[in-house]
């Protein structure tokens, strides 16, 4: 059974920066690991995900070059560093899991199974 524990939200003015963790347990390296955010009026949507077989990474459109995905070398720890941030970033952060050797990370939530409590953030202008 994977678990997934977040945390490192919390409230910043635009502009400002914050970083997430997610602890990921009972996973091997064959897997993806994803942040999806569900921002207010929105639907789940895919920040970044890493494919943990090769480390290959994938941000989404919408925060590349503010955001970036990261691990540390254990495979155990998945980080979001969030920078530049807008009003429009402000929501429940999440972390999931899939597994999946080889391919693209998919990007739609549906076909993640594991997902962890989630995590605030809240960006004030």
């Known amino acids: 059974q994977v678990h997934l524990i977040e945390s490192g939200g919390g409230s910043v003015q635009a502009g400002g920066s914050l970083g997430l963790s997610c602890a990921a347990s009972g996973h091997n390296s064959g897997y993806c690991l994803a942040w999806f955010r569900q921002t207010p009026g929105k639907g789940r949507e895919r920040v970044g995900t890493?494919?943990?077989?090769?480390?290959?990474?994938e941000i989404s459109d919408s925060v590349a070059g503010r955001f970036a995905v990261s691990q540390d070398g254990a495979k155990k720890m998945l980080f979001l560093r969030m920078n530049s941030l807008k009003p429009e970033d402000t929501g429940m952060y999440y972390c999931a899991a899939l597994s999946l050797y080889s391919g693209r990370c998919p990007s739609l939530p549906e076909v993640y199974p594991y997902w962890g409590q989630g995590t605030q953030v809240t960006v004030s202008s």
């Open positions: 890493i494919r943990l077989a090769d480390g290959w990474i």
